[in-house]
């Protein structure tokens, strides 16, 4: 389980990074200034969470599921509204997030019980 949002929230971070790596700072101009802000912040928020996870936090689960509500709702109101998203990616997250989400309550109950030994 654990795994599951180790690999996922990674996958954001690479993909966010090549993003600002290949198209500088400015990759993702053709959208509105707050969702550009949001997409360059998960650069930092990514990494945060598997960072948290590893080190079996429960702010990290917390976060996690903040981070993809947020990106999956975003990113699906952008398709829907704006375009220019792919649905294959966004199909993706939409089944990561799904993942998150069933997983959530059990990593955050182990993580408890962890630090209760």
């Known amino acids: 389980m654990q795994a599951i949002w180790i690999i996922g929230y990674s996958v954001g971070t690479i993909t966010h990074t090549l993003d600002l ?13 707050p969702l550009r802000l949001f997409w360059v912040l998960l650069t930092v928020l990514d990494p945060l969470v598997v960072a948290l ?10 976060l996690g599921v903040g981070v993809i509500v947020l990106d999956v709702g975003i990113n ?6 704006i ?3 792919s649905l294959f990616g966004l199909q993706c997250q939409t089944v990561f997030g799904i993942l998150i989400l069933t997983t959530a309550r059990p990593l955050s109950r182990w993580f408890s019980a962890l630090r209760g030994r």
Do not use: E, N, Q, W
Request: aromatic share 10%; hydrophobic share 50%; glycine share 16%.
């Open 21 to 33: 790596v290949l198209g500088g700072i400015d990759v993702y101009s053709s959208f509105p200034v």
């Open 53 to 62: 996870i590893l080190l079996r936090k429960r702010a990290g689960v917390m």
């Open 76 to 81: 699906a109101t952008v398709y829907a509204t």
């Open 83 to 85: 375009g220019g998203l």
